[in-house]
């Protein structure tokens, strides 16, 4: 019996050559698609000659100069003024003079890296403390019409956003919430809470009701019970669907490009203008598109467990 | 047939839903197909039956 | 607190709370929702029976009817960023769910190391693809690219004799690899979840009945990730079908408008074009094409929803 499903037509139990034909070219696929993040790596630290060469260089002397080019602006001076200023201080004065530049001040991306942090934090939190409000509620008592709600909710999230923009932006320039932080957080609060709510109905879902009710009978309040016992209890799960809220805030570039054009611009419309001498400074973009893809990559190995239900909105547990 | 129009009597959600269903996606396939100008023209007003009749149905018992 | 000094109160507190909890619970999201969206949704839709342009605020509004949509259903121009976001719609689905589902069949395979590989090939679906979207811009440049030496290196063509972005026959393609790149690992977690749900034991049942893989594969297999599958292959389509951020940032729509999806025909129409009465009647037809698949969706969901 054993024997007989252990052959190479057996899906329960695949025999070693099938398993390492698959593994092949699961783990082909997997070095393909990683191509183009490691040409962004390699991008961020090459001169911006060696960007540009061709046929492409795969083997390069690293340099900073991206990196150096990414945080600073530059102004072309005569070699002689250049000649009469001091040592150079930092690398990227070295680098810098190099090339007959010296370094005129910080560039915008470390304002907009900045701002992309506290909207994403900030509509975060928001929308998990709403969220987790009306998770609770529709997940513990009754109420009336609670599918249509839920549906409701939940279409919020699909709309188109440029549709959604037209008024945003009518409204926004209004009530003086253009280009503001606040304005961007609370739109990316109404989009995440939608998420936010159904991810935790699906983790609140899963804490047994007796926790609280024996709670209760200790004679504490529904309230007092909610934040003893269930927040603890439902911790992990807030802190996954707080990790989706943050990489939907990360990234959205729609509502950003079109509310936003300088003071609370975020890193997404920013690093598309950076541009250098004669064309995109392709070195620079690599390095912030680096500095920006890193927090992505330690969230995905964070989340990996949860991911699943995360993009089916709660409705996919394993 | 005279069974089929039956189970669209009885008001129950399960065969209306996936009538409304098929309308909407009718409509969506109607707005996006290449080969009539008239059917495009008409697509958004199949779309919107579609999606009321599906907020609709959606009310009758299961 | 005070919980044994006054039972009475907590009592009365408690009585009252159940429904009252519920209600200020669920307030704040519905107060939000209904300021963010459903206000801005009704404005639209009162606009677009208007000619209301917004970098005009001060001219008078007047009633103009059903005409923007009329113009719209009867437009050719928007009847072909229709066919060119169908073309998008259509081959990045087909794509993404033959890779996918692919993957997730030899992943279910469950080979050594297998876990580590997955969450790698999850890596793009992550990423922002306005930024990722930018930077393919530079994998695409015809001569120092990366994307045409690969091919070149394979096919013996000239790297410089093709223009992914710049050419009309093969800007819609590159659109549709870039999307495939990154939103293929969706379809196969997705798909993946749909093979796991199927119990061994029904396998075995057929192994001991002699069925072959390719029976199995096509009675038990298929038809029951197929729920899976439609999830799946849903979502996609609603969510390509308002692409924005990656084509904007990588063809704009161009070369002229062969890669005009329609959220790029509505955001030249709203913000560059200032047709506000006009973008908004686009912007209610597009809306509800979307409200009738996320409906659809919602279904498919209740589907493959585990208790």
């Given at each position: 019996?054993?024997q007989?499903?252990?052959?190479?037509h057996s899906?329960?139990?695949?025999?070693?050559?099938s398993?390492r034909?698959?593994?092949a070219?699961v783990?082909?696929?997997?070095l393909?698609?990683?191509?183009?993040?490691?040409?962004i790596?390699m991008?961020g630290?090459?001169?911006p000659?060696?960007?540009?060469a061709y046929p492409?260089?795969?083997v390069f002397?690293p340099?900073l100069?991206?990196?150096?080019?990414l945080?600073t602006?530059?102004?072309r001076?005569?070699?002689?003024?250049?000649q009469?200023?001091?040592?150079?201080?930092?690398?990227c004065?070295?680098?810098t003079?190099?090339?007959d530049?010296?370094?005129?001040?910080?560039?915008n991306y470390?304002?907009?890296?900045?701002?992309?942090l506290v909207?994403?934090?900030?509509s975060?939190?928001c929308a998990?403390?709403?969220g987790?409000?009306?998770?609770?509620?529709?997940?513990?008592?009754r109420?009336?019409?609670a599918?249509?709600l839920?549906?409701?909710?939940l279409?919020?999230?699909?709309?188109?956003?440029i549709?959604?923009a037209?008024?945003?932006?009518?409204?926004y320039?209004?009530l003086?919430?253009?280009?503001?932080?606040?304005?961007?957080?609370?739109?990316?609060?109404?989009?995440?809470v939608?998420?936010?709510?159904w991810l935790?109905?699906?983790?609140?879902?899963?804490?047994p009701?007796?926790?609280?009710?024996?709670?209760m009978i200790d004679?504490y309040?529904?309230?007092?019970a909610?934040f003893?016992?269930?927040l603890?209890?439902?911790?992990t799960?807030?802190?996954?669907?707080?990790?989706?809220c943050?990489?939907?805030?990360?990234?959205?570039y729609?509502f950003?490009v079109?509310?936003t054009s300088g003071?609370?611009?975020?890193?997404?419309?920013?690093i598309?203008?950076i541009i250098?001498?004669g064309?995109?400074d392709?070195?620079?973009?690599g390095?912030?598109t680096?500095?920006f893809l890193?927090?992505l990559?330690?969230f995905?190995v964070?989340l990996?467990?949860?991911?699943l239900?995360?993009?089916t909105?709660?409705?996919?547990?394993k | 047939m005279?069974d089929l129009?039956?189970?669209?009597?009885?008001?129950r959600?399960g065969?209306?839903?996936?009538l409304?269903?098929?309308?909407i996606a009718?409509g969506?396939?109607?707005?996006?197909?290449?080969l009539?100008l008239?059917l495009?023209?008409w697509?958004?007003?199949t779309m919107?039956?579609g999606?009321?009749m599906f907020?609709i149905?959606?009310?009758?018992?299961? | 607190?005070?919980?044994?000094?006054?039972?009475a109160?907590t009592?009365?507190?408690?009585g009252?709370s159940?429904k009252?909890?519920?209600?200020?619970f669920i307030a704040p999201?519905?107060?939000?929702?209904?300021?963010?969206n459903i206000?801005?949704?009704?404005?639209t839709?009162?606009?677009?029976?208007?000619?209301?342009?917004?970098?005009?605020?001060?001219?008078?509004?007047?009633?103009?009817?059903?005409?923007?949509?009329?113009d719209i259903?009867?437009?050719?121009?928007?009847?072909a960023?229709?066919?060119?976001?169908?073309?998008f719609?259509?081959?990045?689905?087909l794509?993404?769910?033959?890779?996918?589902f692919?993957l997730?069949?030899?992943?279910?395979?469950k080979f050594?190391?297998?876990?580590?590989?997955t969450?790698?090939?999850?890596?793009p679906?992550?990423l922002s693809?306005?930024?990722?979207?930018?930077?393919?811009?530079?994998l695409?440049?015809?001569q120092i690219?990366l994307?045409?030496s690969?091919?070149?290196?394979?096919?013996?063509?000239e790297?410089?004799?093709?223009e992914?972005?710049?050419?009309?026959s093969?800007?819609?393609w590159?659109?549709?690899?870039?999307d495939?790149?990154?939103?293929t690992p969706?379809v196969?977690?997705?798909?993946l979840a749909?093979l796991?749900?199927?119990?061994?034991?029904?396998?075995?049942?057929?192994e001991?009945?002699?069925?072959?893989?390719?029976r199995q594969?096509?009675?038990?297999?298929?038809p029951?990730?197929?729920?899976?599958?439609?999830?799946?292959?849903l979502?996609r389509?609603?969510e390509?079908?308002?692409?924005?951020d990656?084509?904007?940032?990588?063809?704009?729509?161009?070369?002229?408008?062969?890669?005009?999806v329609?959220?790029?025909?509505l955001?030249r129409?709203a913000?560059?074009?200032?047709?506000t009465?006009?973008s908004s009647?686009?912007?209610i037809?597009?809306?509800?094409?979307v409200?009738g698949?996320?409906?659809i969706?919602?279904?498919?969901?209740?589907r493959v929803?585990?208790?």
């Amino acid at each position: 019996m054993s024997q007989a499903l252990t052959t190479a037509h057996s899906v329960v139990a695949p025999s070693v050559l099938s398993k390492r034909i698959a593994g092949a070219i699961v783990i082909l696929y997997a070095l393909v698609s990683m191509i183009p993040l490691a040409w962004i790596l390699m991008t961020g630290f090459k001169t911006p000659p060696d960007s540009i060469a061709y046929p492409p260089k795969i083997v390069f002397a690293p340099s900073l100069e991206g990196y150096c080019n990414l945080f600073t602006t530059r102004t072309r001076q005569t070699q002689e003024y250049i000649q009469s200023l001091g040592p150079p201080q930092t690398i990227c004065d070295e680098i810098t003079r190099k090339r007959d530049m010296v370094i005129a001040g910080p560039s915008n991306y470390v304002p907009r890296f900045w701002n992309s942090l506290v909207i994403a934090f900030g509509s975060t939190f928001c929308a998990v403390s709403l969220g987790v409000l009306s998770a609770y509620a529709f997940s513990r008592f009754r109420i009336p019409l609670a599918d249509d709600l839920l549906f409701f909710i939940l279409s919020t999230r699909m709309m188109p956003p440029i549709a959604v923009a037209i008024p945003i932006y009518l409204m926004y320039r209004k009530l003086g919430l253009s280009d503001t932080a606040l304005g961007m957080i609370l739109l990316y609060t109404a989009v995440n809470v939608s998420l936010a709510v159904w991810l935790l109905k699906g983790f609140i879902d899963e804490i047994p009701r007796e926790y609280e009710e024996a709670a209760m009978i200790d004679g504490y309040t529904r309230l007092h019970a909610f934040f003893k016992v269930v927040l603890p209890q439902a911790a992990t799960g807030i802190a996954a669907t707080a990790i989706f809220c943050l990489i939907f805030a990360w990234n959205e570039y729609a509502f950003a490009v079109l509310l936003t054009s300088g003071e609370a611009q975020t890193a997404p419309p920013f690093i598309p203008t950076i541009i250098g001498e004669g064309g995109m400074d392709w070195p620079a973009v690599g390095a912030g598109t680096t500095l920006f893809l890193v927090p992505l990559l330690v969230f995905t190995v964070l989340l990996r467990k949860h991911l699943l239900r995360g993009i089916t909105f709660g409705a996919v547990r394993k | 047939m005279s069974d089929l129009l039956n189970r669209f009597m009885r008001f129950r959600r399960g065969p209306w839903e996936n009538l409304a269903t098929l309308v909407i996606a009718a409509g969506v396939l109607m707005l996006m197909q290449p080969l009539s100008l008239t059917l495009y023209t008409w697509s958004f007003a199949t779309m919107l039956a579609g999606t009321v009749m599906f907020v609709i149905v959606s009310k009758f018992p299961e | 607190m005070g919980r044994i000094a006054a039972p009475a109160r907590t009592r009365r507190i408690r009585g009252l709370s159940d429904k009252a909890i519920a209600w200020a619970f669920i307030a704040p999201t519905m107060v939000l929702l209904l300021a963010i969206n459903i206000f801005p949704l009704i404005w639209t839709i009162y606009l677009s029976f208007t000619n209301y342009q917004a970098n005009r605020p001060n001219r008078p509004i007047t009633y103009v009817g059903t005409k923007w949509y009329r113009d719209i259903l009867g437009s050719p121009d928007v009847w072909a960023a229709m066919q060119a976001t169908a073309h998008f719609v259509f081959w990045t689905i087909l794509l993404q769910t033959l890779i996918g589902f692919g993957l997730a069949y030899l992943i279910d395979r469950k080979f050594r190391g297998h876990a580590f590989w997955t969450t790698i090939i999850l890596v793009p679906m992550m990423l922002s693809p306005a930024v990722v979207g930018n930077f393919w811009k530079f994998l695409y440049q015809p001569q120092i690219g990366l994307f045409n030496s690969i091919v070149s290196f394979f096919t013996g063509i000239e790297p410089s004799s093709f223009e992914m972005l710049g050419s009309v026959s093969l800007s819609p393609w590159s659109i549709i690899i870039v999307d495939t790149w990154m939103w293929t690992p969706y379809v196969m977690l997705i798909c993946l979840a749909g093979l796991r749900s199927i119990p061994d034991y029904i396998y075995e049942a057929a192994e001991v009945d002699r069925a072959s893989l390719w029976r199995q594969f096509w009675s038990i297999t298929l038809p029951m990730a197929l729920p899976f599958i439609m999830l799946a292959v849903l979502f996609r389509g609603i969510e390509n079908f308002k692409m924005f951020d990656m084509v904007n940032l990588l063809t704009g729509g161009g070369p002229g408008s062969t890669t005009e999806v329609a959220s790029i025909t509505l955001k030249r129409e709203a913000f560059e074009k200032w047709r506000t009465g006009y973008s908004s009647a686009f912007a209610i037809i597009l809306f509800v094409a979307v409200f009738g698949l996320a409906n659809i969706y919602v279904k498919a969901l209740n589907r493959v929803k585990q208790r």
